[in-house]
């Protein structure tokens, strides 16, 4: 009965979001918005963080994709083993705005967009001053959007993203927990992530373009 009670909340959530705050901004914004759960999006946003964040940088980038990667790795199992169609397979009369294939549970995107929100927002508020010191806030506010878009689009059910944000946020903190052993233990000697944070990237496309002028 419980179980019912839980589907029922869910499909009621859903139908509210999906439908009944249809509006045409949304309608224009969040097909867009939803793209920035992306695993790539934030491949490429880890990527660029390394490249002109400095030493500072190069950690939040390695962590926030370890963060990524994690988050990713375990929506695939998860997704696999329970196989739940997505609302607009199962529901009647939903609101689809962006095409979606896979698994409903959990959702991917809103995984990943806290995973990475929260490894590189925290790591910047533990480390950094200034502006950066408070990045974790509009973040969070960013991957939240994120996740409410995917049940506005109609390829998720609001516990979907409620259970993708929690696991992306565990895995980011998990990753936190045991940076140290990530970045300076003895394995990662071995496997040169210490390289990896050492290298710098600005100082070598200096030398390039130096060179070609």
């Known amino acids: ?35 920035f759960g992306n695993f790539f999006v934030w491949a490429i946003i880890c990527l660029l963080i390394y490249l002109f964040g400095g030493r500072l940088g190069r950690e939040v980038a390695v962590l926030g994709l370890l963060a990524l990667i994690l988050s990713n790795v375990l929506v695939i199992l998860l997704k696999f083993i329970i196989a739940e169609p997505r609302p607009f397979l199962a529901l009647p009369n939903v609101d689809l705005l962006t095409p979606e294939s896979g698994s409903s549970f959990p959702s991917g995107h809103t995984a990943s967009v806290f995973a990475a929100a ?55 903190l998990i990753i936190l927990k045991y940076e140290d052993k990530i970045l300076y233990s003895k394995i990662a000697h071995t496997i040169r992530i210490n390289k990896i944070l050492e290298f710098k990237p600005r100082d070598k496309l200096r030398r390039i373009f130096n060179k070609t002028n």
């Not at 790591?123 to 960013?142: N, T, V």
């Open 1 to 35: 009965m419980f179980e019912a009670i839980l589907a029922d909340h869910n499909i009621y959530l859903f139908y509210l979001i999906n439908g009944g705050l249809e509006n045409s901004f949304f309608n224009l914004i969040m097909p867009l918005l939803t793209n």
């Open 118 to 172: 929260t490894a590189i927002g925290l790591k910047y508020h533990q480390k950094a001053k200034g502006k950066k010191y408070w990045l974790i806030y509009p973040l969070l506010l960013f991957a939240m959007a994120v996740g409410f878009s995917r049940i506005y689009v109609g390829v998720h059910y609001p516990y979907d993203v409620i259970v993708g944000a929690l696991l992306g946020v565990i895995c980011a």
